[in-house]
């Protein structure tokens, strides 16, 4: 911007006059529009109001101690090697792991292991065909142990490092409002939404995030948020009253599917029935579920035909939403967020199976998304009116990050449950869980 103002000031400033010209002209034809599709509401009350709780939020940052990020590229560093050293024993010899031509043959023709379809550049060694060989050597498990790593590495322990500003010691993620088709935020620059949760040594990565001296983080996190909103969308009585009842609604869910008494729920059969559960909300096929708890697709099938016979109305709502879809071209969430899904009149099946998913999700995870953001606006502004030291820093979809002044934490604790709370009325109660910590590993 500095060289194009003194390179072509005039060309500079006449193009900003014309960009503001078309806003100008083109603002009552678009609020028309936003009214006729009746999301004037959510442009008015959430979207332009998020504007200025994102500015602060980006402006403000988070910490990051850039030796301790240093120590855990080192840390992952040598696991990598261990890993790599594992992998060359169990194949008999060393290769490049990275190359999926030489992967390819190792694992399908010196090893014989099923699954091997060979194209063009050799085998393919994708995650989705390495995850149908999870179990046939434990080679294949550290060959995705190796790729997790890997990407742990490169995308953060080394790759942060570069965004760390000088001035400040933090980093200033940005904050996009409109690329997601579901109306969820992401983090560009770095991306701050998507830091490991799922292997310990990548949950580590949050120990690096700390609060300023004085202060701690405190972490809000909404409990099972799309599931409630499924409960109050779809109106199923057994779904309502189970969460109105604050039952484990896993174990609940088990109960039912599997004819099981309450108390006498395997871990196993609950474990089974929150996949089912958090499946549902996305449109699982049997297949998926069958690959997603090592079952049969015949088995998968009748679980997802058990979980519709005992909670009939989320059954009825989501062959609603398809047909909604189909008719209208588009879907909208419970705030008038609309989804256009043309895979729906694709001639294509797969496409058409994919749109029947998009359909059945949409309305959930908008919903969810419209509420968080809600949660966002009013928590910032009351940060402010209190004069609070206290403020906000990230969002991560259905969490929230308050670097918390010490002499604030009861107040922003409190402040925190009420406003998450109470962002949206629904047939069920919304619970929000805060915990507190001296980094992000240990809030969260």
């Given at each position: 911007m500095e060289s194009a103002f003194a390179d072509k000031e005039e060309e500079l400033i006449q193009y900003a006059c014309y960009c503001a010209l078309v806003n100008v002209r083109a603002y009552p034809d678009l609020l028309q529009e936003?009214?006729?599709m009746k999301s004037f509401h959510l442009f008015e009350d959430i979207e332009m109001p998020l504007l200025f709780t994102l500015y602060d939020m980006e402006k403000q940052g988070i910490f990051v101690k850039r030796e301790a990020l240093?120590?855990?590229?080192?840390?992952?560093?040598?696991r990598i090697a261990g890993v790599e050293q594992e992998i060359y024993e169990r194949a008999g010899e060393t290769f490049n792991i990275n190359s999926p031509k030489q992967l390819g043959t190792i694992l399908f023709e010196k090893m014989r292991m099923p699954y091997g379809k060979k194209t063009k550049t050799g085998y393919s060694t994708s995650a989705e065909v390495l995850e149908k060989l999870r179990f046939e050597d434990p080679i294949v498990e550290l060959i995705l142990e190796y790729r997790q790593l890997a990407k742990l590495k490169s995308t953060y322990a080394d790759g942060l490092d570069s965004y760390i500003e000088e001035k400040d010691g933090r980093i200033h993620t940005t904050f996009n409002q409109n690329i997601t088709a579901t109306g969820r935020l992401s983090s560009t620059e770095p991306n701050l939404q998507n830091i490991p949760i799922r292997m310990e040594l990548g949950r580590q990565i949050r120990k690096v995030f700390v609060p300023e001296e004085g202060?701690?983080?405190?972490?809000?996190?909404?409990?099972?948020?799309?599931l409630r909103v499924l409960a109050h969308m779809s109106g199923d009585e057994r779904l309502i009253e189970a969460y109105r009842e604050n039952a484990d609604i896993h174990r609940t869910t088990a109960a039912l599917v599997f004819h099981t008494p309450y108390e006498e729920v395997t871990e196993l059969q609950r474990r089974n029935a929150k996949a089912v559960n958090f499946g549902i909300v996305y449109g699982i096929s049997g297949f998926g579920l069958s690959r997603d708890l090592n079952i049969s697709k015949k088995q998968a099938e009748e679980y997802i035909e058990d979980y519709f016979a005992t909670y009939p109305g989320v059954k009825e709502f989501m062959d609603s939403l398809v047909a909604e879809g189909r008719s209208k071209g588009y879907v909208t969430s419970l705030f008038g967020r609309r989804r256009p899904i043309p895979e729906l009149s694709a001639k294509n099946f797969m496409q058409r199976q994919f749109g029947e998913r998009i359909a059945m999700n949409s309305p959930i995870q908008g919903t969810a998304a419209d509420i968080i953001k809600i949660a966002m606006i009013r928590v910032a502004k009351r940060l402010k009116a209190n004069q609070m030291q206290s403020r906000l820093i990230l969002q991560i979809h259905d969490e929230l990050l308050i670097e918390t002044h010490k002499d604030e934490i009861e107040e922003v604790t409190q402040l925190l449950e009420e406003e998450m709370v109470h962002a949206c009325e629904l047939a069920v109660p919304l619970i929000a869980e805060v915990k507190k910590g001296n980094s992000w590993y240990e809030a969260k």
């Open positions: 936003l009214k006729r240093h120590e855990y590229a080192l840390k992952l560093g040598e202060y701690v983080f405190l972490d809000a996190d909404y409990s099972q948020i799309e």
